[in-house]
Nanobody, 125 residues
Framework: QVQMAESGGDMVQTGGSLRLSCRVSGIPFDNLAMGWFRQAPGKEREWVSCTNWNGQTKNYPPAVHGRFTISRDNKMNMLFLQMNDLKSEDTAMYYC??????????????????WGLGTQVTVSA
């Protein structure tokens, strides 16, 4: 069975940094386009980043561009999100996502085939 396991969420102060990790099992990792979404209570789910199967393509929305960096290690079946200069509005549950479309970069919920359970990021005001 396909499993997506996020880790690295924590409570940090404004301006701090975190690195999230996602371990994938049950499916060949290099067949997957990957990404991250987030959702805060009372708000709709928001796309954060995406990358294709080999990490050649990377995309970000304006809200995180220049502060967040997505990367992957295909030998370890791992996806990462480096988050710098964190702001209070970054507080959310962060979800690792995957799609069995190697050359895609998933940035819409309709693109996503697999979802992780999430890891909580809390940034103090």
């Amino acid at each position: 069975q396909v499993q997506m396991a996020e880790s690295g969420g924590d409570m940090v102060q404004t301006g701090g940094s975190l690195r999230l990790s996602c371990r994938v099992s049950g499916i060949p990792f290099d067949n997957l386009a990957m990404g991250w979404f987030r959702q805060a209570p009372g708000k709709e789910r928001e796309w954060v980043s995406c990358t294709n199967w080999n990490g050649q393509t990377k995309n970000y929305p304006p809200a995180v561009h220049g502060r967040f960096t997505i990367s992957r290690d295909n030998k370890m079946n791992m996806l990462f999100l480096q988050m710098n200069d964190l702001k209070s509005e970054d507080t959310a549950m962060y979800y690792c996502v995957a799609a069995a479309k190697p050359w895609w970069c998933p940035r819409e919920s309709s693109d996503v085939e697999y979802w992780g359970l999430g890891t909580q990021v809390t940034v103090s005001a």
